[in-house]
């Protein structure tokens, strides 16, 4: 789950993508719905409540670099998995991506899904392991114009590594899941099982590989994302803070922080970031705060003042 071999000196850039900027706004942008949706596909007890998003939005939705990748069902199990031989299992964390291709196409209209996943000790009512492992709870979650839309589901991570959506037998009707005597027991289908597991996988390796990445935590008001990056990202949040952000002042911060990267690189200016950790890790722009948390990696590098000063964020 290391960083991809880079085999020139040329400043790695992540940030060149047009949508950039809608990207993060979106995660912002979530954690304001408040509009939770009723999902009359999934049992009463596994629906979305308002407090299982206050748990998302505490978590705040994290995006991974595309310098990251993810480490598929052809290797190891077999299946989808984690390698608990050089990472540990995240307790907890939000996964998000914009939605396209494939899954786009699954959530019509979503422009964020996201997956909040934490261990647990017991399952739901009536559900079943079909695996022994590390049990976890994870919430599906998209937003779109019309509110907030998801579900609970259960897998368990095997002593293998391999990642066990778990089933769910419940009584069925034509309006969907009910309580009651005399109705047919119907469980997941195939699909649904091989999608948490996908999902389950790529959300613990994308939270657990945040601890070899810089991390630029976005907050306005009580909402927050979390933007994986590279040092030449970091770089361009803290040459932004010298550049004016319009002579009226109205750019939004993030747009401003991505010109404020393309300038620096086009221009060949270079930042120390060696020394960031003796000067200042919070940047301000108009009512949005970014702060740069240190991959967690480094942090026996540093001094023990230095370790609680600037790794309280980290993972």
Same mark, same amino acid.
């Given at each position: 789950?290391?960083?991809?071999? #880079?085999?020139?000196?040329?400043?790695?850039?992540?940030?060149?993508?047009?949508?950039?900027?809608?990207?993060?706004?979106?995660? %912002?942008?979530?954690?304001?719905? @408040?509009?939770?949706?009723? #999902?009359?596909?999934?049992?009463?007890?596994?629906?979305? @409540?308002? =407090?299982r998003m206050a748990?998302?939005?505490? +978590?705040?939705?994290?995006?991974?670099?595309?310098?990251?990748?993810?480490?598929?069902?052809?290797?190891?199990?077999?299946?989808?998995?984690?390698?608990?031989?050089?990472?540990? %299992? /995240?307790?907890?964390?939000?996964? +998000?991506?914009?939605?396209?291709?494939?899954?786009?196409?699954?959530?019509?209209?979503?422009? &964020?899904?996201?997956?909040?996943?934490?261990?647990?000790?017991? !399952?739901?009512?009536?559900?079943?392991?079909?695996?022994?492992? @590390? !049990?976890?709870?994870?919430?599906?979650?998209?937003?779109?114009?019309?509110?907030?839309?998801?579900?609970?589901?259960?897998?368990?991570?095997?002593?293998?590594?391999?990642?066990?959506?778990?089933?769910?037998?419940?009584?069925?009707?034509?309006?969907? /899941?009910?309580?009651?005597?005399?109705?047919?027991?119907?469980? /997941?289908?195939?699909?649904?099982?091989? #999608?948490? =597991?996908?999902?389950?996988?790529?959300?613990?390796?994308? !939270?657990?590989?945040?601890?070899?990445?810089? @991390?630029?935590?976005?907050?306005?008001?009580?909402?927050?994302?979390?933007?994986?990056?590279?040092?030449?990202?970091?770089?361009? &949040?803290?040459?932004?803070?010298?550049?004016?952000?319009?002579?009226?002042?109205?750019?939004?911060?993030?747009?401003?922080?991505?010109?404020?990267?393309? $300038? $620096? &690189?086009?221009?060949g200016t270079d930042?120390?970031?060696t020394t960031f950790? $003796?000067?200042?890790?919070?940047?301000?722009?108009?009512?949005?705060?970014?702060?740069? #948390?240190?991959?967690?990696? !480094?942090?026996?590098?540093?001094?023990?003042?230095?370790?609680?000063?600037?790794?309280?964020?980290?993972?």
């Amino acid at each position: 789950m290391n960083e991809k071999a #880079n085999c020139t000196n040329e400043p790695r850039d992540f940030w060149n993508a047009a949508d950039f900027e809608d990207t993060v706004a979106a995660a %912002l942008i979530a954690c304001f719905e @408040t509009k939770v949706r009723k #999902n009359r596909g999934a049992a009463p007890a596994d629906r979305l @409540t308002d =407090e299982r998003m206050a748990m998302v939005r505490e +978590a705040g939705p994290y995006i991974a670099s595309d310098s990251r990748f993810i480490v598929g069902p052809g290797w190891g199990a077999g299946r989808w998995s984690f390698d608990l031989v050089n990472d540990k %299992l /995240p307790m907890s964390g939000c996964y +998000a991506i914009r939605p396209s291709g494939k899954v786009a196409e699954s959530i019509p209209g979503a422009y &964020l899904y996201m997956m909040h996943v934490r261990q647990v000790t017991a !399952l739901g009512k009536c559900w079943e392991k079909r695996r022994a492992g @590390t !049990l976890y709870e994870m919430l599906t979650v998209h937003t779109d114009g019309a509110g907030i839309n998801g579900e609970r589901r259960f897998f368990t991570v095997a002593s293998d590594g391999a990642v066990w959506a778990c089933d769910q037998r419940i009584q069925h009707d034509s309006r969907g /899941p009910v309580m009651g005597a005399g109705r047919p027991v119907v469980g /997941p289908d195939e699909a649904w099982l091989a #999608n948490t =597991e996908a999902w389950g996988s790529v959300a613990l390796q994308s !939270l657990a590989d945040r601890r070899f990445c810089w @991390t630029i935590s976005a907050q306005e008001k009580n909402t927050r994302a979390h933007l994986g990056c590279m040092q030449e990202e970091v770089k361009s &949040l803290l040459y932004a803070r010298s550049l004016p952000m319009t002579a009226t002042g109205r750019k939004r911060p993030i747009l401003h922080l991505v010109e404020a990267h393309k $300038r $620096r &690189l086009k221009n060949g200016t270079d930042v120390d970031v060696t020394t960031f950790l $003796r000067g200042q890790q919070v940047v301000e722009f108009g009512g949005t705060i970014f702060r740069v #948390n240190p991959p967690a990696v !480094l942090r026996t590098e540093v001094s023990k003042s230095s370790q609680t000063r600037f790794f309280e964020l980290a993972p």
